[in-house]
C-alpha cells in the first residue's frame, strides 16, 4: 500500500539462479517469460485479469537498497562481486500486460516479459504474487456481480482477508469484478473508489432499545438510512421498527435518497420476501432491502 520496495519480495532461488547466470557466459541473453495460469477458479469458465497497476508499481520501484545487500550478504552464498552488481541493479526489459478487467483464460499469455535473463528471473516471483491474488478476487467478484442479475454488490472483505494489504489490494480487485462499492476506506482513498456501509449490531444494542437506535441513526444519516435489523427478531421486532422510522420521516418531510434496511443472518430468501410484502404494504415499495452474511454465487 506504501510504495515501499519490494525487490526482495522474492523466493530465494530466483537470486541464487541470478548469480548462477551472472556466472556464466550467458549472463546478458535475452529471454521471454510468459506468465499464466491453468486452470479457471472455483469451477468457472473464465477468469477476470486484475494487478496490473501494483506490478508496474513493483518494477518502477524495483532496486536493492543498503539493508537489502546487506542482508543478502548475511546469508552467506552471494560473493561480493553478484552483490556490487546488485548494488547499481535496475530493470532495463519490457513487461506487456493483458488490461485490468479483461476476461481470460487458461494457457493463454496475460504477462510477457522481455528482458535480460537475471531481471527476467528476479521479478517471476512478485508477478506471479501481485496477479494470482488480484485477478482471483476479481474472478469470484464477476461471478457474484453475475448471478445478483443487475443488483448491486458491495465487497466487505476486509476483516477475513489475510492482512492488510491483501485486504486493500482485495477491495480494488473486487472493484475490478463488479462490484459497485468497498467497505475499506484506505482502499477508497488510495484507488478513489466508492466505499459504502450501514451499521453494526453493536449500534443496536448500545442503545435502550431497537426503535431508539434506528431512530438516532435515521436523524444523524437520514439520506443513506439503511438499517440492520437482525439484531433481536427480523421480522417481530427489527422490520417493523425500521417502517415506524420511515413512517416518522416521512410525516416530517425526510425524503431519504437512500433508505431500507438490511439482513444479516437467517433464511435471507424466506426473510426477504416476508419483509419486502411488509414495506409495500406501509407504503415503502422503495425501500431497499440488501442481504450480507457469507453471500457467494452459489447462494444468491
Sequence with gaps: MDRQNLTLLTD?????????????????A????????????FGGGYSIMGGVEQLIEYIRELH????????????????KDFLDYLHDFH??????AVPEGSVIFPREPLVKVVA?????????????????HQSLIATKAARV???????GVLEFGLRRAQGPDAGTYGARAAIIGGCVATSNVLCGELFDVPVAGTHAHSWVMSFPDEYTAFKAYADIYPD??????DTYDTLES?????????????????????????LDSGDLAYLSKKARKMLDEAGFPDAIISASNDLDENLI
Design 12 to 28: 530465494l532461488y530466483e537470486l541464487t539462479m541470478m548469480q548462477g547466470y551472472y556466472r556464466n557466459a550467458h549472463r546478458n
Design 30 to 41: 535475452t529471454v521471454v517469460f510468459d506468465a499464466f495460469f491453468r486452470n479457471n477458479p
Design 64 to 79: 536493492f537498497g543498503a539493508e537489502d545487500i546487506r542482508y543478502l550478504s548475511s546469508l552467506g552464498i552471494f560473493g
Design 91 to 96: 530493470f532495463t526489459g519490457d513487461i506487456y
Design 116 to 132: 535480460p535473463i537475471m531481471e527476467a528471473q528476479l521479478v517471476e516471483t512478485a508477478i506471479l504474487n501481485i496477479i494470482n
Design 145 to 151: 456481480c453475475y448471478a445478483a442479475k443487475g443488483d
Design 224 to 229: 443513506a438510512c439503511i438499517l440492520l435489523v
Design 238 to 262: 427489527g422490520v417493523p421498527n425500521a417502517i415506524r422510522v420511515f413512517q416518522e420521516m416521512k410525516k416530517n418531510g425526510v425524503k431519504s435518497k437512500h433508505f431500507g434496511i438490511r
